[in-house]
């Protein structure tokens, strides 16, 4: 069966310490890596999609990164604005109508 | 605006009184989905339809229905709601279901007691 992991559960950063995010995932073939924010009270809203492993994508200061085995979510001189929650979810090849998502990891930055 | 809506936002009720969460997109999307969002447990995708009058299972599809009589619109039914169904509940539509992201409504809490 797909599994999403993401760790760690919640991380707590100074604003501008930089830090990462992981999302290890066990797929039979990977269609699509997808990376999501939420904020409290709203619905995830996109981030990425990664579909080979080596690729990466960026966007202001986050960069996502994917390997065979994981993801990693790279967060660059972080901003209180970036607090949220941080979901990743895995489509399988053989799968096409199934998005597995991860438990998810919540980010608080201080100022 | 381009936006996935869902009606109510907020709903408590009481165990076996029938209820229906709607849910509507406006960027002609052909595919839909329920999601539940419960604490450690993530999204669990509960039923999701390809198109008109086409949908099928998730994961956990036991005590809901849908339905999608249009291409916007994709109710959620609880027929007789419990306790265990009390959760965050997600609308999210794509263009297609291989490989394209989901655009997710601002979520419904539903209360059962």
């Known amino acids: 069966e797909d599994q999403v992991t993401q760790s760690p559960e919640a991380l707590r950063l100074q604003e501008g310490e930089s830090s990462s995010l992981n999302c290890s995932y066990t797929?039979?073939?990977?269609?699509?890596l997808f990376w999501y924010r939420q904020d409290p009270g709203k619905g995830p809203e996109f981030l990425f999609t990664?579909?080979?492993a080596g690729e990466e994508k960026e966007k202001e200061r986050l960069k996502a990164t994917l390997t065979k085995k994981e993801s990693f979510l790279h967060i660059t001189a972080p901003k209180p604005e970036d607090s949220a929650t941080y979901l990743c979810?895995?489509?399988?090849?053989?799968?096409?109508?199934?998005?597995?998502f991860g438990a998810g990891t919540r980010l608080t930055v201080k100022p | 605006e381009a936006q996935v809506t869902q009606n109510p936002r907020y709903l408590i009720t009481v165990t076996g009184k029938k209820l229906t969460v709607t849910c509507s997109q406006n960027m002609n999307h052909e595919y839909m989905s329920w999601y539940r969002q419960d604490p450690g447990l993530g999204l669990r995708q509960i039923y999701y339809?390809?198109?008109?009058?086409?949908?099928d299972k998730g994961d956990v599809p036991e005590g809901y229905k849908v339905s999608r009589k249009e291409k916007r619109n994709f109710p959620l039914i609880l027929e007789s709601p419990s306790p265990n169904q009390t959760s965050l509940y997600f609308c999210a539509s794509s263009l297609g279901s291989i490989g394209n992201e989901q655009f997710f409504g601002p979520g419904t809490r539903l209360t059962v007691l």
């Open positions: 990664l579909y080979s």
């Open positions: 979810a895995v489509q399988a090849l053989d799968n096409n109508n199934d998005m597995r």
């Open positions: 339809s390809m198109n008109v009058e086409v949908t």
């Open positions: 797929v039979s073939g990977l269609r699509g």
